[in-house]
């Protein structure tokens, strides 16, 4: 929404957290995370969809902290 008495949008948007560790209570190895991309990837779905797997199903909540890597180029 814009502002009332002024010009622009602002920027109001969620920022994530830049600690850059997996969190301690995830069991899941960064292999299987790979695997279970590429296995996702070879079904034809896309890297959004694929992250949505990932954290409605697995609980990996970002696939960044595990693997450096963006779904994309896994």
């Known amino acids: ?9 602002g920027i ?9 560790t997996p969190p301690s209570w995830l069991k899941i190895s960064s292999q299987d995370v790979e695997d279970n991309i590429c296995k996702f ?3 034809g779905l896309t ?3 694929i992250g949505v797997i990932l954290r409605d199903s697995h609980g ?4 960044l902290l595990l693997k450096y890597l963006r779904i994309c180029t896994t």
Do not use: D, E, N, T
């Open 1 to 9: 929404m814009g502002r009332m008495h002024s010009r622009g949008k």
């Open 12 to 20: 109001s948007a969620s920022a994530l957290p830049y600690k850059r």
């Open 41 to 43: 990837a070879k079904k």
């Open 47 to 49: 890297p959004s969809q």
């Open 60 to 63: 990996i909540a970002q696939v």
